[in-house]
């Protein structure tokens, strides 16, 4: 069929008028765009970050404590429990490989401690309670061993990150060798802080994920048990 020019013209911008009503029909492409525009984070987000959720205040002061006292499942799970302490990380410290897999540390290839690493008020928990803690939860007399975890990988280690840590650190460790508490002595070593390497994104938090899993129901929930936590 022929048209005049101006019936064309006429089709023309009642096709255009139609295509723009309809990109701003809800639930059309064009809509869905602005709306992912518009909750892209400001730069103060980064990318993946997760929401904030807790409206409890920062504290004014925060204090890094880093232990190595066993497989970092166990440690993890009782720390967050502790009043003072903010958050609990699971990684990899003083050894001599750069961003070790857990593969390469369960094989003991490259000299690094199973740690946890704790954010930790200290107007609220000293280093030294903390400490308290850390003799509490695990066994620093055996060597290179938790239980029937085997290797150095496993070493008892506190990774001190100041001069004050480390007279802190040794007079504690000084206190409970002399308390009478362990039938043998204590072999935990003190150390300077090195590298810290997050572990990966499976181990955090792997106690709260895997409470059903065998090791978890079997170690880690006895241990929680024992210390007056929740299991």
């Excluded at 309670?129 to 055996?142: E, I, K, Q, S, Y």
Aim: with cysteine.
């Amino acid at each position: 069929m022929h048209t005049s020019p101006l019936t064309h013209l006429a089709l023309t911008l009642a096709l255009t008028l139609a295509l723009l009503a309809g990109a701003c029909t809800p639930g059309s492409d064009a809509v869905t765009a602005v709306s992912t525009v518009s909750t892209i984070p400001d730069d103060t987000t980064s990318p993946g970050a997760p929401a904030v959720t807790d409206a409890s205040p920062t504290p004014a002061r925060t204090e890094i404590a880093t232990f190595g006292a066993g497989c970092f499942w166990c440690v993890e799970a009782v720390l967050e429990q502790v009043d003072g302490i903010h958050d609990v990380s699971s990684g990899y410290m003083g050894g001599h490989t750069e961003n070790p897999t857990y593969k390469q540390i369960c094989n003991g290839d490259t000299g690094h401690a199973e740690v946890v690493q704790v954010s930790f008020d200290p107007d609220t928990l000293s280093y030294a309670a903390v400490l308290d803690w850390f003799w509490r939860l695990h066994d620093p007399t055996t060597l290179n061993r938790q239980g029937g975890d085997v290797g150095t990988q496993y070493r008892s280690a506190i990774f001190v990150h100041s001069d004050d840590q480390r007279r802190v650190a040794e007079a504690s460790k000084a206190a409970a060798d002399a308390s009478g508490a362990f039938s043998s002595r204590i072999v935990t070593e003190i150390t300077d802080a090195s590298t810290y390497y997050p572990a990966e994104e499976y181990h955090q938090d792997y106690y709260r994920a895997n409470k059903s899993q065998g090791y978890c129901r079997m170690v880690i929930a006895p241990k929680l048990g024992k210390l007056g936590l929740d299991p």
